[in-house]
């Protein structure tokens, strides 16, 4: 079965800059889509379509995607982006959607 | 903007079966393909199936086909999942969820609710 892979954790200090990458052999054929989920809530979609952003979601999150893999960056970060990061995407059919494991994403 | 209410949830003994809700509110409901994503605890995200927005498509993952079953019903503004044959290994935190394609991009959630598979 396809598969997405991510990071287990990534930390970074406020202020700087995080990234956390997504890779997947159906991303070039398939958008990506990351979503934050904090403790206890829903998922929220912070990334569409590889590189787009939702209203209502900070400036300082960005996509970008360069063959099989993709990135979401954090600029600037701050102590409420301390959260689970979760790539997504479909296999190259599209009729299956995966989920990466998850990223967790710690503010020092 | 749709909101999502998923209900039905609770505890179950292993070989039982539960039908899981989620009801929309808010906007047309029929625009969305609609999914269910469950999360074990501790665990991470696991996709488990999606509707098209007529109901004429519905894709599973392996690990619950020929078990779970999916449907809408338009009219009610309801999604559902019947979940048949439950296993411990079925215990998680069930959401539905809401987007435009069947890929992905759901950008509507639920605020999940709990199954517990245990005797």
């Known amino acids: 079965s396809y598969e997405l892979t991510q990071p287990p954790s990534v930390s970074v200090s406020p202020g700087q800059t995080a990234r956390i990458t997504c890779s997947g052999d159906?991303?070039?054929?398939?958008?990506a889509y990351w979503y934050q989920q904090k403790p206890g809530q829903a998922p929220v979609m912070m990334i569409y379509?590889?590189?787009e952003r939702p209203s209502g979601i900070p400036e300082r999150f960005s996509g970008s995607s360069s063959g099989t893999a993709v990135t979401l960056t954090i600029s600037g970060v701050q102590a409420e982006d301390e959260a689970d990061y979760y790539c997504?995407?479909?296999?190259?059919?599209?009729?299956?959607?995966?989920f990466g494991g998850g990223t967790k994403l710690t503010v020092l | 903007e749709v909101q999502l209410v998923e209900s039905g949830g609770g505890l179950v003994q292993p070989g039982g079966s539960l039908r899981l809700s989620c009801a929309a509110s808010g906007s047309t409901f029929s625009n969305y393909w609609m999914t269910w994503v469950r999360q074990a605890p501790g665990k991470g995200l696991e996709w488990l199936a999606n509707i098209k927005q007529d109901g004429s498509e519905k894709y599973y993952v392996d690990s619950v086909k020929g078990r779970f079953t999916i449907s809408r019903d338009n009219a009610k503004n309801s999604m559902y999942l019947q979940m048949n044959s439950l296993r411990a290994d079925d215990t998680a935190m069930y959401y539905c969820?809401?987007?435009?394609?069947?890929?992905?991009?759901?950008?509507?959630w639920g605020q999940g609710i709990l199954v517990t598979v245990s005797s």
């Open positions: 159906a991303l070039p054929k398939q958008y």
């Open positions: 997504q995407s479909a296999d190259s059919s599209g009729t299956s959607v995966v």
């Open positions: 379509k590889d590189s």
């Open positions: 969820a809401g987007g435009e394609y069947a890929s992905g991009n759901f950008d509507h």
